[in-house]
Every structure is written in structure tokens, then in C-alpha cells.
């Protein structure tokens, strides 16, 4: 499968963000797919996981509230909304899938990312 992120750009603070995945080659049904971020320096974060098949949602402690994760099966593609979004988001966002039912530490398959900047 392959797996295309979009939706990052520039955004001021206090906005909303939607980050797209969207996948080719195989039915994201088959997969949990995991949203992270990773800025310079630091270890990659996992933000969410969610199974595409039944739709349930996990998070990370540190991202519960704001950040949600959403499979639209029927265009293969999963979401992840960013709500009051802050400067400390700004950060490449990768998302990857995985053939367990569930997001391991090594996904089957990552996409290139997406690079979000937050400032006014």
C-alpha cells in the first residue's frame, strides 16, 4: 500500500488543521494506521492508531483531547484533525500502516510526511 499525507502547511495559533492519508494499492480496512510527528531532535511521537475496519481509536496520553483520528474507508484515506493548534505542534506528521490490528513500533508502511508550521 502506499500512502500520500497532505493538508500541512503554515497555521496560525488557535486554529483548527486537518491532515489527510490517503492510500493506494490496498483497502485501508486491512490495516491499523497510525498518525506521529517528529520534530529535530527529538524521538518520533505516536499521536493516534486507529483500525480502519471497526473504526476504534486510540491516543497517545499526551495528544488526548485535541488531536482525533477518523477512517473514511470509503475513500481509503484516514484523518486526523488538530484543534487549537500551537506553536509545540509544529512538527513533520507521518502517518503509516500497519497489517496487525493494532500500531506497533515498526509500521509495514510509511508515507513522506507532512511538514505542519505554527506561528502567528
Known amino acids: 500500500v502506499q500512502l500520500v499525507e497532505s493538508g500541512g502547511g503554515l497555521v496560525q495559533p488557535g486554529s483548527s488543521l486537518r491532515l489527510s492519508c490517503a492510500a493506494s494499492?490496498?483497502?485501508?480496512?486491512?490495516?491499523?494506521v497510525g498518525w506521529y510527528r517528529q520534530t529535530p531532535g527529538k524521538e518520533r511521537e505516536e499521536i493516534s492508531c486507529?483500525?480502519?475496519?471497526?473504526?476504534?481509536?486510540t491516543y497517545g496520553d499526551s495528544f488526548k483531547g485535541r488531536f482525533t483520528t477518523v477512517a473514511d474507508t470509503a475513500k481509503n484515506t484516514v484523518y486526523l484533525q488538530i484543534n487549537n493548534i500551537q506553536p509545540g505542534d509544529t512538527a513533520v506528521y507521518y502517518c503509516?500502516?500497519?497489517?496487525?490490528?493494532?500500531?506497533?513500533?515498526?509500521?509495514?508502511?510509511w508515507g513522506q510526511g507532512t511538514q505542519v508550521t505554527v506561528s502567528p
Open positions: 503509516a500502516a500497519d497489517l496487525r490490528d493494532y500500531c506497533s513500533e515498526h509500521p509495514d508502511y
Open positions: 486507529i483500525s480502519a475496519s471497526d473504526g476504534q481509536e
Open positions: 494499492g490496498r483497502a485501508l480496512v486491512y490495516y491499523a
